[in-house]
């Protein structure tokens, strides 16, 4: 039934070119359909509410400060980071297709891990607000200009893709040979 996916490498070693994740596996149907249900209830939620924000702090003049600027943009992130594997599980507990191309793997290990590190990033820089908000509260206006806003948020998603660059680089020059099982989903 699952089928092993091998080529031929350059030293004449077979070498893995598709992973059959194994996670669910062991799982009765029914209950992979009631868990594929409900992560997609939590995955669709999740969407919703940080479009919600998103629409919200767009709508309401109010809201259109340093502080929700940021909050906006970490909801978009956060809506792609969910989406960098949720999507592939979903796909995987509804068609029961457990594989995954090497080159789908290198693609949602670097995003996954580069929209974190940009989390990361986009986070220090809102406590960088909240620290001028706090400790100069009559020179924050001057101080976090929308331009600069900006600015730092385009640092974050500049950094947080650049950093990590080399990762997928350095995965495409190892060679995958044995078993191309992994017990994970």
Not at 72 to 89: C, D, M, V, Y
């Amino acid at each position: 039934q699952d089928e092993l996916k091998f080529s031929m490498g350059p030293e004449n070693e077979t070498a893995v070119t598709e992973f059959i994740l194994e996670g669910f596996s062991g799982l009765d149907q029914r209950l992979q359909l009631f868990l594929s249900l409900v992560l997609l209830l939590i995955y669709l939620t999740t969407v919703v509410g940080n479009t919600t924000i998103i629409f919200l702090v767009c709508v309401d003049h109010r809201l259109q400060t340093p502080m929700y600027f940021f909050i906006s943009n970490l909801s978009f992130l956060e809506i792609w980071f969910t989406s960098s594997t949720s999507i592939k599980l979903l796909v995987i507990l509804g068609s029961g297709r457990r594989t995954i191309s090497l080159g789908s793997c290198f693609a949602q290990s670097y995003f996954y891990f580069a929209l974190g590190c940009t989390e990361f990033v986009l986070l220090v820089v809102m406590s960088f607000d909240r620290y001028v908000a706090i400790c100069q509260p009559l020179r924050y206006t001057a101080i976090m200009k929308p331009q600069l806003c900006i600015h730092l948020v385009v640092a974050a998603w500049v950094m947080g893709v650049a950093l990590l660059t080399y990762r997928p680089v350095l995965l495409y020059k190892l060679t995958f040979c044995g078993s191309n099982k992994i017990h994970h989903f």
